[in-house]
């Protein structure tokens, strides 16, 4: 079996969890270099994980690493000008969300991979994490007779890395940044069902100091086939990560947590190393998760684009559902301004999503 | 000590717990009689509980039984008529949610009670259940820091009397008959801070050969101290009652669950008595709860309104505040009709809320 | 009705717990007096509480406050000398646990209130803690079938007063302290079956510079029914109280948890007033136990012991019973002594029960 | 890399989980044969799963299937003959639970192996269970303090296969089939401290008319460093599989549970596929559980076996760990039928461990 090369762009928090994911999980594949805009940064993580190559020039490790697969973990407004020059170079796409800033950066790099006929997946762990893929398969079979409600939440005490409080970079807050998880997790559900109408309503509620994009929001989907969709998403909820579903159909109802809800569950007077993501504390009770990288899904999800790549496979998630949750991601913005549900398709011309709930002149 | 009068109105599921409340955790108190349409239902309840009187003429109890206080356990069609009643007759009245089926009806009782001088409390029992009085408690000591976010959900499977799923009998569907915890309880755990919108989605997802009315909703309201909260209501969620609270805060967040959250956890090959309140089974594995009514807060409710009558105290719950979620449940009628939040006060003319959401021709 | 008049003897934790038992929720009794050994303590129980009198004379509180009951909250090694003054007088006496430091004293006792025509009932709440009644009430049903095991622990970092650390105040460790309540549940749950032998393991882990006591336990008590019963307790747990049951039959399992199993749960950067029994700190995640007397069955217990007297019933849990627990108390000392099972009866002469693992040098 | 080749003896239940861990998870190696003694059972297990090469004769397996490695699935009387005939053939063998039936099986195994220069791991996949492993990780840098404790236990209602309940093949109950994993688990730990003394007691309460053997036990383990090691097993508890910790230090507490502790928890009117193993129905509440073989250990255990291989290191969990697992399984025998502690050493000569607490008559 030849090895698929991954070049790997970000030296981030996530693209540690890339890395893991290929290193662990995926003999497959190879990490052969590495990309942050900051040399210093690249080559710390090259050191840090072994990788071969380190970059600090985007079009030089695209071009001249000897990848074959770009897996894009940058700051979001980099995302297009990343992916295009990949699909340029001809090399498969992965990218993390959300897809872009806009619908029409999205559109030129659905169209650009297509062109370049390589492969383009929107790398939507959820879709992969297994306590969730369990759910989607009892569901399937009927456990819960017909779906009428989903529900889905991703909440934290917010980023580390300053960029996704800028609206420029991030292109919006939290809903930008995990609200994209129970959208694209919502279509996933309902075999990409049509999303009807959105409404939002989001605050900046926390880190007000640090940024004027909202950090906690609420937003319903209303699907064609009836399906109500509600996803809670913030970065001011304190002790760690919290992430879980609830399906609600006529014959029954599934409640799946993701942190909490596969925890070992401890009390140290010292404290330790480590419970769980963006927990702040050790000390007293906590929350212990164990093998945080596969519970959300992150090697099944890498796994499954080399797979594609060595099989000449169609990826379950692409570039279109990237864009389909942009989109909803741009009704919920707007939504939120106007007090009223947005009807889809929904395509305004704007620069970034937050400005359809800020106005242009923020 | 006397023992203050009671007289029931009604003789169903929810009466049952007003009277074991009485019975066994309100020594102040003492049933003297019992109401019901029908006759023998009104005798067989009295003869199960041993209670002295029964009626079938609401004008009688009222009148004649030597009660002191008119506890309205009648579907909603009714309560304005019997507090009317009741208020003329002098009588002290406790009326089980929602307060009436309109506006004018609950002004109507509120100003009769007012002009009888006799007291009027609207009974939500979330206010004083055990659980949610003490997250209530801790959160008013700050420790959750400055709220953003409240959540509050009752689900089960749907009632049980044919009157609920009559639009004309009971006004709406599960917004009328659960929606109103939540909203009562918002406001209960903001001080009474006022509702400025809101918005809502529902539909009749399971019941849909049994009634119009909705069985599926979520509402949320914002409040003017920027406070958003989320109520989650449903008849179509099988395995038994749901009940839960989560309150966010800039400085923690606690999570209560009044159902689950308390129940012994069993599996049972051959079953047993009862798990809990539209459990289906108990064969398999089943959440056991135990001391449902005090733990739901009912006796705690009803023993501060004896205690007010005793003492000529005010209610902390009173008929304006029955009131003030009725008006929040008219607007989140005519939101989900609008597919806009509705700003408040919102007092439009109506017979009925869900006349707002259905329009008059249905 | 004619409240029955009641003396305290003690004014710690305990006293407390009772005192808030007559005072909610057993309007049939009044609290009429309180005893400690050190007058500045009783008088300012007295005070907190308003309780009309106190008293640092044991003899004077019996004799002198017109008191009917007498409720012995003291140190073990006072509980005969309380209970036997209190017979002599003609009072009805109840007793926290454990009985006595003897079987001699526990026989003394039965005999005293025997012949006294008082009324003893031995004070074991776990009989009445609605959460495990529950689970009595759906076992005896056949919910799980045939009773094979039972499991119940009770575990916490030790208690506040000094007197427990001492074996001659206290009579022993954790077991004297809290493994009375698993083998007194125990036999409650078998209808006093016959306990046929016990093991015990036993050790001081945690408090050594304290006391020469056992702070952690495990004791197996075989029944003559064939159900094996094991009591886990600990005054070396950290993190608050744990009191869990588990029973399990040929045709199901229960488990059900009184602390844990029954908290809100809740994260608090700033910390609040208080969590639960014993807990450390509110900083942090904790679990936030409500109605925490009422939980534990303590007004359940009280009241029925209170009806006992006004309608001169036997109670359900005697001194005879307290004697029965204690003799398994000594069975698992002498266990934890030879290293293996102790048969039933086993009643040998001691001073103290611990003395049968300490030997008598200590 | 050129994979390890594996030969599986056995095509049960555990065998088709081994499979599934090399197969998903271990790509270094790959199984080249399977072996069952009855040939259609061996060629099904083949056909399912692909695998080139079925025998129904061990001795050709091994040594003709061109294996490089010899996995040992089978009845627990068979252990002994195959490991010895994969070390005469050069085969490194890795075993499941228990070792063998004897102490005398086991030395022989591991002399055997020895000398023939070939690994030998036994196979005990709770010391690679990954939640478990976090934490041992979390408690080896003094988040609970200094151990005093330690619980585990496993408890299903039954095995599905015969030979379990034959104390000839099985040479005992519950405590040979799942009793072996709580201990290994105690000893990895602890560092493979010594284990000082073994008290047991156990019966037959729910499968009399199947076997003589144990289905439910208690042993408790003392070891050296003065931990006390409480195991529970059971095969007479309904409602699927449990598998739980509980780790006591003198400075805090986890609890660990691999099953209800990691499931989605479902409710279905209809049922579905599976929920965890030994569940009995899927309809009515379910506790879902995922990844199954994952989060049980097993692929990390055989990847383990395979790098030890592959880079010539010494298996972390030995056959000399096997075999001091099966002395405390001895003693825990000798102790039940004595109803005393047994102190260790302890290696009395008997064809089979059961025969301790039965006699050899039965």
């Known amino acids: 079996m030849k090895k698929t090369k991954v070049a790997l762009l970000g030296a981030g928090f996530i693209t540690d969890i890339h890395f893991e994911s290929y290193h662990r999980f995926i003999p497959e594949a190879e990490v052969v270099a590495v990309y942050a805009r900051n040399a210093d940064k690249a080559k710390a993580f090259a050191q840090k994980h072994n990788i071969p190559q380190w970059y600090d020039d985007l079009d030089k490790i695209i071009n001249e690493s000897g990848c074959e697969v770009v897996d894009i973990c940058l700051p979001n407004f980099l995302h297009a000008k990343a992916a295009l020059s990949a699909a340029k170079a001809g090399k498969h796409v992965i990218i993390e969300k959300p897809i872009a800033l806009t619908l029409e950066e999205a559109d030129e790099m659905i169209a650009a991979c297509k062109k370049a006929n390589v492969k383009l997946m929107y790398a939507e762990e959820l879709c992969f994490a297994p306590k969730y893929e369990r759910v989607r398969s009892m569901v399937k079979q009927g456990a819960v007779g017909q779906l009428y409600m989903l529900k889905q939440g991703e909440k934290h005490s917010g980023p580390h890395s300053d960029w996704f409080y800028d609206k420029d970079q991030a292109g919006g807050g939290v809903l930008m940044d995990m609200g994209c998880h129970a959208i694209a997790w919502f279509r996933w559900m309902l075999n990409n069902a049509k999303a009807v109408s959105v409404y939002a309503t989001m605050a900046t509620v926390f880190h007000k100091g640090r940024t004027v994009c909202e950090d906690n929001s609420v937003v319903i989907v209303e699907f064609e086939n009836g399906v109500t969709a509600v996803a809670e998403n913030s970065w001011a909820k304190h002790g760690g990560m919290d992430d879980r579903c609830e399906v609600y159909g006529t014959g029954g109802v599934v409640y799946a947590d993701l942190f909490m809800g596969n925890a070992a569950v401890s009390y140290s007077r010292e404290g330790y190393d480590y419970a769980m993501e963006k927990a702040d504390t050790t000390v007293g009770w906590s929350f212990t998760i164990y093998e945080e990288v596969f519970n959300q899904g992150y090697p099944h999800e890498l796994k499954h684009f080399i797979e594609c790549i060595q099989q000449d496979k169609q990826p379950l998630v692409t570039g279109e559902d990237g864009r389909a949750v942009l989109e909803i991601i741009y009704a919920a913005y707007a939504s939120a301004a106007a ?22 002149n923020q």
Chains 1, 2, 3, 4 share one sequence.
């Open 339 to 360: 007090g009223k549900k947005i009807m889809l398709p929904f395509e305004p011309k704007v620069s970034k999503p937050i400005d359809l709930w800020l106005g242009t």
